[in-house]
């Protein structure tokens, strides 16, 4: 397995340096230079590369009803993605030497590992209930988390601007579970319930996230990586222990793959994370509903409904919004910055 991890490894580090030696054309090698740019394409890859596996999580979902088999409980999908996903990403982790072993926060690494397994986990149930499109939609309140926690831990003000960008992003929230109780199909207590497993999940990634974005301050990206994998791997071989159903021949494959996706996923993240702020990286992951659509039509004739594409719609305004509104609050800051500055040197 070592050896599949390396040849995959060599192949992804080939494919990385070739899509960048591309750059002796003036015009790309311009936007390459630039952060943002780097960073939305990174950002961009682990999208499409976690949608592979939301695809892989519904596939043996819908495969176990469709077959009468017992499914694949959410823990041990989560097991065995982090194991694969440990396996591949070891020879990049490698490739720094020794370095990638040492640490300098490790109450940090184990509280994101305790934060990832948690949400991983409520993440699966949310996709083996409900369509992915509508799951994923539910990811981009995850600035609004952000906000929230910044509000209740750090003392910091909502204001206006941030307030309205939050009940927005709620109220798109219930559109995209709601319409079905506007169809009679379903009550507000089943909306509760549903919407509760991807909003929890939403929660654990942003504080994930912020949590992440410490770390590549002191860290590489292979050093966060390992950790975290290392550190979940027995948190959910633990969770899933107590509900252990034995993979089919059939299902080995594709648990294989969703390892790959997550090693590759976490490669491009991580590089991400160091290239650009998180806040600018916000809009980019619209390309993980666009991929989650087309996935949930092409394979499982999941199509979008008016209220998932308002809702969606409502959310990812709400949120870019929120974006510009930090990203003006932050010049204002530093102009000010600056001022107070220039006034006391004279």
């Not at 936007?31 to 949608?51: M, P």
């Not at 009803?65 to 017992?70: A, I, K, M, N």
Request: with cysteine.
């Amino acid at each position: 397995m070592l050896c599949i991890g390396k040849i995959f490894y060599t192949s992804l580090a080939f494919s990385m340096s070739s899509s960048f030696s591309l750059s002796s054309q003036p015009p790309f090698q311009a936007n390459l230079k630039d952060s943002a740019v780097r960073g939305a394409l990174f950002k961009s890859l682990s999208c499409l590369c976690f949608s592979g596996i939301y695809g892989c999580v519904r596939y043996f979902t819908l495969e176990a009803q469709s077959s009468g088999l017992p499914p694949i409980p959410a823990t041990e999908l989560a097991f065995f993605e982090t194991l694969f996903g440990l396996i591949f990403i070891f020879p990049w982790i490698l490739s720094t030497g020794k370095a990638a072993f040492k640490i300098t926060q490790p109450l940090l690494y184990g509280a994101r590992a305790f934060v990832v397994s948690f949400g991983v986990i409520l993440w699966f149930i949310a996709l083996s209930k409900m369509p992915m499109i509508q799951v994923i939609a539910f990811k981009y309140t995850a600035p609004l988390f952000t906000l929230l926690g910044a509000k209740i831990f750090l003392g910091e003000k909502c204001g206006w601007g941030r307030a309205a960008a939050i009940g927005g992003a709620f109220f798109g929230a219930l559109l995209i579970t709601g319409g079905e109780f506007f169809e009679g199909k379903i009550d507000w207590l089943d909306i509760s319930f549903l919407t509760f497993f991807p909003l929890a999940a939403t929660a654990c990634h942003a504080l994930s996230a912020i949590f992440g974005k410490k770390q590549a301050k002191y860290d590489s990206p292979q050093t966060i990586s390992l950790y975290l994998l290392l550190l979940t791997l027995p948190i959910l071989g633990f969770a899933a222990a107590f509900q252990w159903v034995t993979p089919l021949a059939w299902q080995w494959p594709f648990l294989v793959l969703m390892g790959g996706l997550l090693a590759c996923a976490y490669i491009f993240l991580s590089h991400a994370y160091v290239t650009s702020d998180i806040i600018y990286l916000i809009p980019v992951s619209f390309t993980r509903l666009i991929a989650a659509a087309l996935i949930g039509m092409a394979f499982f004739s999941e199509w979008p409904t008016v209220w998932t594409w308002v809702g969606s719609f409502l959310i990812l305004g709400a949120t870019m919004s929120l974006c510009q509104y930090e990203i003006k609050r932050k010049k204002t800051k530093d102009k000010d910055t600056v001022s107070i500055s220039a006034t006391r040197a004279i």
